[in-house]
């Protein structure tokens, strides 16, 4: 079964208002879950890479073409080195850490300390990458750790948008599975009334309480209601966000054709045939010798031609 299914993970998007701010929502508690089973994430890792896949989420929807999709990267100084994320539409997300397995004792808050695996120096970088443009990169610095602060900061820095983010999944501490994951991204618009930004600070305090709500039972839908109904919420666009990777024995066997004869001459000679990770969701592609030697042939003829072409010129 679809753990999407099972657990109902979705974006919701609209407006609050009367449409003076833009509203991305997401329960993300099976997609967390996936991710943590892909990876073996460690309880701390879980919370990190879910915050950024869940971040990742509510940005991809915003993507309009099959083709389009957005790559985040947490490049920062924790124990975690770096954490990477790539959204398409519809809210698919996959991404990995360097190091998914690092522990860090809870902080004094009795919190998992995200910022320990992330870093609190370092960079973030977004790039987005459209049909028919050359991508856009966005680049901020880290200086929070916990990810949704620094997005906020990213926001403002790199897409002059004031935004306020939160991002939240809440781990079991015996068995480390995700009971519930959410995060809240509200962007004011720039007619934007004076009064409805105060409106919004005022409650940035009580928007932590969403994943508790949601792990105690309520929709996605019935806590925003709760927590922003005096801001009068409209819901426009709800999407399923799932974590699944795009990878495929084609696309490992060009990367393969790629890395040029002397590598894949080398694999066959020492090691009789290869076996790959994908490195976004953990799968291995397993081939043989006689499976390589075809590639090189692959590898020969195109670099061959490729030699052609330049006695042409
Ligand atoms: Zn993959």
């Keep these: 079964m679809n753990e999407n299914e099972v657990y109902e993970d979705k974006v919701i998007r609209g407006l609050l208002m009367e449409g003076s701010v833009n ?12 991710a943590r089973h892909a990876h073996g994430l460690s309880h701390v ?7 950024l896949l869940m971040q990742t989420a509510m940005m991809a929807v915003q993507l309009k073409n099959a083709s389009d999709n957005l ?3 947490l490049d920062g100084d924790g124990a975690a080195g770096r954490f990477v994320a790539v959204g398409r539409e519809g809210g698919r997300v996959k991404g990995y850490a360097d190091f998914p397995e690092v522990e860090l004792p809870l902080k004094e808050n009795g919190k998992l300390d995200v910022s320990g695996v992330v870093g609190k120096n370092g960079e973030i970088r977004v790039i987005r990458d459209l049909s028919l443009k050359e991508p856009y990169v966005g680049r901020c610095a880290i200086t929070d750790g916990e990810i949704a602060n620094d997005f906020a900061n990213y926001f403002v820095v790199s897409e002059q948008q004031p935004s ?12 480390g599975a995700v009971r519930a ?17 105060a409106a919004l600070e005022q409650k940035a305090n009580e928007i ?8 105690e039972g309520a929709s996605l839908e019935d806590a925003l209601i709760e927590l922003l109904g005096e801001l009068h919420p409209e819901f426009t666009e709800k999407t399923a966000p799932v974590f699944a990777c795009d990878c495929s024995r084609e696309k490992i066997e060009s990367a393969l054709i790629s890395i040029g004869r002397a590598e894949l001459a080398d694999m066959i000679e020492k090691d009789g ?11 291995k592609y397993a081939f043989s010798r006689e499976e ?6 692959e590898a020969e003829a195109r670099e061959n031609d490729a030699e052609d072409d330049g006695q042409g010129e």
């Design 292 to 297: 390589l030697e075809a590639l090189l042939a």
């Design 23 to 34: 509203m991305t929502a997401i329960s993300g508690r099976g997609l967390v879950e996936a």
């Design 71 to 73: 790559t985040v990267i």
């Design 273 to 283: 045939g290869a076996e790959l990770t994908c490195r976004f969701c953990n799968k």
């Design 45 to 51: 890792c879980t919370a990190a890479l879910g915050r």
């Design 181 to 197: 994951a959410s995060g809240l991204m509200l962007q004011p618009l720039p007619f934007c009334p004076e009064r409805d930004i």
């Design 208 to 215: 932590p309480a969403l994943t508790r709500m949601i792990e």
């Design 164 to 175: 306020l983010v939160y991002l939240g999944v809440r781990v079991d501490p015996k068995t």
